[in-house]
């Protein structure tokens, strides 16, 4: 592939000395990098393709790393990164030991702010403006903020903020490209579409000058009543009244129209609001036409584009839950599905299409998205928020003040619970176990195959208050699914494999590994199934033909699936020797999935050589390999 251009960018410095074919020439090869590299390591396509130019423009204007610029929502910031030196380490991208498909404060000093949950850029860009402030620095501040993240209350709060915050630089770009991971949603969004891509304002205005243009006191009588007119159908007010200097929309592929832009603002300084349109997938024809299957592809050819398997796959526990909520509200039409802005993500393609009426997308909005479901909970409705572990952390406050503690009828499918691979550390679902089962009123649930997930589900369901269920990213292992919506006792556990010596308590997915190395192990294998209520019958008899307990989940250790078997086993002034096997007190990087959990001891290996550490004395001898094989 031939880089001519781009291949004399390390830095942004670079970008500076070329004049606008030169960049234009940039560009194009900037985009066909991003499309053969994230082809080659699979990553976020759709929303970089869409940034190239801007991306170029904001380094080619402004004064970067010392002129700061914050990434909103991180996953489309592929071209900054190459351009602030890591070309080359695309092609590790989002594999262990590579860099990451999100800003990192660590890895450059090109990224001022990690960002990979959204709508946090404007909050960040204000602290850091007031700082220059506070130091004398003559410094700007930039926050590009896209991909539906302005749906957000949060990007509203720090607007509100910012816009009466004296003496400070900062810059809120939109880059509209009319599409979040799922199209957006949402009364603001529909505004916006209408009123900031429209070409209405815009006409008018021009029109009106044109007749005006030789009449000149009636020219600035209209120039006068413009700032009160252009309210009526245009949004400058909405961000003109918050504080801002609205300029826009104007096109985000258009190099000849970004720069002097930015370079005007850059100058005016105080709160400035651009708006840009971009297309996401630009340059890209079948990510333009599919943006979202085009949004965070695997590897693939881009001179075929992404094929569909032909033979079938494993289901994945989002087709689990997908197919089981297509059944739950068949039967029960109480049922209402909500998500924040991720249809595809958390399964609900088909809900939708389905029960039309029952389906919410309240944009990413987790905080309402939790509340909104304690309302229909009071009403006499059966809310099921399908929401990522990661992003339940958003909306923590309404999950015990507006469900937990009016002990209301809502069910949490918490997707992605556990090491997430590829996204890292910021989406990973480590810590949902800890966070929930310290809230009265709610259960647990942890599910160990894709029937045991289907299972689980329809007896949270069916209990009356808050109850939640956790699975993990990707396949589970093709354990055949019921189509039946039966139910179980809550806070029953299930025997799996019965032993002797040690007892392996198992919370979740990672069943077949320990049943793996229990088999060598003699031990006995108890599939816990939740959380809290946790079984004490079960702890309480297995301690009395036991001699040590070992526990195993994927998620924090602190406070987690263990620390509350310990917890029951001081209340009930049970004794028994406990090894606790889960993700430790560090974030998680990205990678491999597997391999990730190898590294952890979390698989089969690592699970058996933590006990034989801990409990060799219980265990038996290693079994020596048969001599053909030595």
């Known amino acids: 592939m031939s880089t001519v251009s781009l291949d004399h960018i390390n830095t942004p410095a670079d970008l500076r000395g070329l004049d606008r074919a030169e960049l234009k020439e940039v560009a194009d090869e900037l985009r066909e990098f991003v499309l053969r590299s994230v082809s080659r390591t699979g990553g976020h396509l759709s929303s970089n393709l869409g940034t190239v ?40 991208l989002r594999q262990a030991g590579g860099i990451s498909g999100f800003p990192r404060r660590c890895e450059s000093e090109y990224d001022a702010f990690g960002t990979a949950h959204s709508s946090t850029s404007i909050s960040a860009v204000l602290g850091m403006a007031v700082a220059s402030r506070n130091a004398g620095l003559d410094r700007q501040h930039i926050a590009v903020i896209g991909d ?14 910012a816009g009466v915050t004296p003496d400070v630089n900062v810059l809120v770009v939109l880059n509209d490209n009319d599409m979040s991971i799922s199209p957006p949603v949402g009364a603001l969004n529909r505004y916006l579409a209408r009123l900031l891509s429209g070409g209405f304002y815009a006409a008018a205005k021009n029109v009106g000058k044109a007749v005006l243009q030789h009449v000149p006191t009636m020219l600035e009588l209209a120039r006068r009543f413009e700032g009160h007119a ?9 961000f003109e009244e918050l504080g801002f200097n609205y300029v826009g929309p104007i096109d985000g592929h258009d190099l000849d129209a970004l720069i002097p832009t930015l370079e005007n603002l850059k100058a005016l300084g105080g709160p400035q609001f651009l708006h840009v349109v971009t297309k996401k997938g630009q340059g890209y024809k079948l990510a333009e036409a599919d943006p979202v299957l085009y949004h965070g592809p695997g590897k693939f050819d881009p001179d075929v584009g992404i094929q569909k398997s032909g033979s079938p796959s494993r289901q994945t526990f989002t087709q689990v839950f997908g197919r089981w909520l297509c059944d739950m509200a068949a039967a029960d039409e109480r049922l209402v599905g909500i998500t924040p802005a991720m249809r595809e993500g958390s399964g609900l393609v088909q809900f939708e299409q389905q029960f039309p009426t029952r389906y919410f997308d309240v944009g990413i909005a987790e905080q309402h998205a939790v509340t909104f479901a304690g309302g229909l909970a009071c009403e006499g409705q059966k809310p099921v928020l399908a929401i990522y572990s990661t992003f339940l952390q958003r909306g923590y406050d309404q999950l015990i003040h507006d469900v937990a503690l009016q002990n209301l009828d ?7 619970a556990g090491i997430v691979g590829a996204d890292g550390a910021t989406h990973a679902g480590n810590f949902d176990i800890a966070f929930l089962r310290c809230i009265p009123n709610m259960v647990v649930a942890t599910p160990s195959d894709e029937n045991e997930t289907r299972l689980l589900l329809s007896t949270c369901y069916q209990h009356p208050g808050p109850a939640s269920v956790r699975y993990p990213r990707g396949a589970g292992r093709g354990v055949a699914v019921s189509e039946s919506l039966d139910t179980v006792e809550i806070g029953k556990a299930i025997m799996r494999r019965e032993g002797r010596g040690i007892a392996i308590l198992v919370f979740g997915t990672l069943l077949p590994d320990a049943t793996q190395a229990a088999e060598s192990l003699g031990a006995t294998v108890v599939d816990m199934r939740f959380v809290k209520p946790l079984d004490q019958a079960m702890l309480a008899g297995l301690a009395e033909n036991h001699t040590a307990f070992v526990t195993v989940e994927e998620a924090a250790i602190m406070g987690g699936a263990g ?9 009930q002034s049970i004794q028994v020797p406990l090894l606790m096997l889960g993700l430790p007190d560090r974030f998680i990087d990205h990678g491999d999935q597997a391999f990730i959990l190898s590294e952890l001891g979390l698989d089969a290996r690592g699970i058996e050589r933590s006990i034989r550490e801990r409990f060799g004395a ?3 001898p290693i079994a020596e390999a048969p001599a053909d094989l030595k």
């Open 53 to 92: 130019e801007l991306t170029i423009a904001l380094h080619h204007v402004f004064n970067t790393p010392f002129d700061r610029i914050v990434w909103d929502v991180g996953h489309q910031s592929y071209p900054h990164k190459i351009l602030t030196g890591r070309r080359e380490q695309m092609a590790q």
């Open 148 to 161: 539906g993240a302005m749906t957000a209350g949060m990007a509203f709060e720090a607007l509100n903020n």
């Open 230 to 238: 252009k309210g009526m159908v245009s949004p400058a007010t909405l």
């Open 410 to 416: 809502v069910t949490f499918a918490l997707d992605r």
């Open 563 to 571: 620390s509350a078997v310990l917890e029951s086993l001081s209340a």
């Open 618 to 620: 219980l265990c038996p």
